[in-house]
């Protein structure tokens, strides 16, 4: 009889299983003594502290990594909502994927421009006439956006409130979040997490993986070592006639779902969990948002479809109404290139609940932004108001 697979034990066997399998990363010993200092600064200010996850995860092949498997993620939800949290007094420690977007920068470093094009050289001073070089300055047209980007930047930082942790693999990001949630302990119900991270559904366990790049030609039998084998053949889905090329078998476990380990188990006593939902077709969306929040017994789901993620999102949450849908208005939004104005409104299971945006704040985002509303900043305050209402029970209780 097989044994069972990783995602599907128990929890609490999954995580045996599953953190056995990997050696923790190199940076977590020094990404934990950096939070825990984080943390005791801001339980000691009795601040909100909120665990943003952002960007996608890798799946190597090798454990020498050259080839591995990834995803679209580039980190806006994540990046763009740690901003707004930021604004809204939370303490942000921002555990994202490496060379991904982040809060700020993100202005800049997913332009369709090249952030040298935001700059200037000055003509030379008389102080520098001699060696011929002007001082480096921001473009006119780009001053007013770039100084109140830089101001709550520095703002951020210099107070101590931004901690920015990278991973690169979904194993390194399954050692992170665990320790991050237990080291955020002591915030107790002021702790939210806010996994807005594109988290791999699947896996190669380490036991299984090939120690060497994974080669795609034949090589003589004293060279093939730990190499995969020209028997290694994978036939492909949707291929209507096999080829005569080598091809690659990848055999994939589910990554256990450590939700329910998070929590039940790693976040702090009263604390608030936000989990994402995507999906392509609307039919299923709700349906799906549904199930995680049943299956996990975690405080609310997020939900968005791939194509109208920009424009819309939904609130599934255990309390009436369960459904509340939040829409920049059409007038007001951004422009996507992988958007479709056709499929908003599509998903809507329950209608009627929409959160009303009121206009005179919509009026004052539009001027802030030269692409419209971004839907960050009505979702994390509708999010606040909800996280501020478990902070003021567990008070009372």
Not at 46 to 74: K, M, Y
Not at 133 to 152: A, F, N, W
Request: proline share 6%; with cysteine.
């Amino acid at each position: 009889m097989a044994a069972p697979l990783v995602g599907e034990m128990e929890p609490a066997a999954a995580e045996s299983v599953y953190f056995n399998e990997y050696p923790p990363p190199k940076a977590l010993p020094k990404h934990e003594a950096l939070a825990r200092a984080f943390i005791q600064l801001h339980v000691e200010a009795n601040r909100r502290v909120v665990l943003v996850t952002s960007g996608g995860t890798t799946v190597p092949l090798e454990a020498q990594t050259v080839r591995f498997i990834d995803n679209f993620s580039a980190g806006t939800r994540g990046a763009t909502s740690a901003e707004y949290f930021l604004e809204q007094g939370y303490a942000v420690i921002f555990l994202h994927r490496q060379y991904s977007l982040l809060p700020y920068s993100r202005h800049y470093s997913h332009s369709t421009n090249c952030f040298l094009d935001f700059m200037d050289e000055a003509p030379p001073s008389a102080d520098s006439a001699e060696s011929g070089h002007g001082s480096i300055m921001v473009r006119d047209e780009y001053q007013d956006q770039m100084r109140s980007v830089l101001r709550k930047y520095r703002y951020a930082k210099q107070n101590n409130r931004l901690l920015l942790l990278p991973f690169t693999t979904v194993s390194e990001y399954m050692f992170e979040l665990r320790s991050m949630a237990k080291i955020m302990r002591p915030i107790g119900p002021n702790a939210l997490f806010y996994l807005a991270a594109a988290v791999s559904d699947f896996f190669i366990p380490r036991s299984r993986m090939a120690e060497h790049k994974i080669q795609s030609s034949e090589l003589p039998a004293h060279l093939q070592g730990s190499a995969v084998g020209a028997d290694d053949i994978y036939t492909g889905e949707n291929e209507e006639q096999p080829s005569n090329r080598k091809k690659l078998v990848v055999n994939l476990d589910p990554v256990p779902k450590f939700l329910h380990r998070l929590v039940d188990g790693w976040a702090p006593e009263g604390s608030m969990v936000v989990s994402f939902k995507l999906e392509t077709d609307p039919s299923l969306l709700v349906y799906k948002a549904r199930t995680a929040l049943q299956r996990y017994s975690h405080h609310l789901v997020i939900g968005n479809l791939l194509s109208t993620r920009k424009w819309e999102v939904v609130f599934i949450t255990p309390d009436e109404p369960h459904e509340r849908w939040i829409r920049v208005p059409k007038s007001k939004r951004s422009k996507s290139i992988s958007g479709v104005e056709d499929q908003v409104g599509l998903a809507e299971a329950q209608k009627g609940n929409t959160v009303p945006l009121d206009q005179s704040e919509a009026e004052q985002i539009s001027d802030a932004s030269r692409d419209g509303i971004e839907i960050e900043s009505i979702i994390i305050p509708e999010l606040v108001k909800l996280h501020t209402k478990m902070v003021e029970k567990k008070t009372q209780e």
